[in-house]
């Protein structure tokens, strides 16, 4: 699937941004998402625990991390 090739590309790249929305942490079970709502939204059709286990594994893949203000920092330095 698209997403394991994207997942591969991203391990291997010099650089990620990684940006969450809080829908991307909801669980349409248990939060009382509206099932019309979750009809929508794609990432909703997947539970909770697979996708944060997703995630998980993705970051543990991925070697060394360093936030934006360090990166912006950095670059004003030089």
Do not use: N
């Not at 591969?8 to 709502?37: F, K, M, P, Q, W």
Request: proline share 4%.
């Amino acid at each position: 699937p698209l997403r394991r090739v994207l997942e591969r590309a991203a391990e291997h790249t010099g650089s990620l941004h990684l940006e969450l929305h809080g829908i991307d942490l909801v669980d349409a079970d248990h939060d009382g998402i509206a099932s019309e709502l979750a009809a929508l939204q794609p990432e909703l059709r997947t539970p909770l625990a697979e996708r944060t286990a997703r995630l998980e594994r993705f970051l543990a893949r991925r070697s060394g991390f360093t936030r934006l203000c360090d990166v912006a920092a950095a670059l004003s330095k030089s």
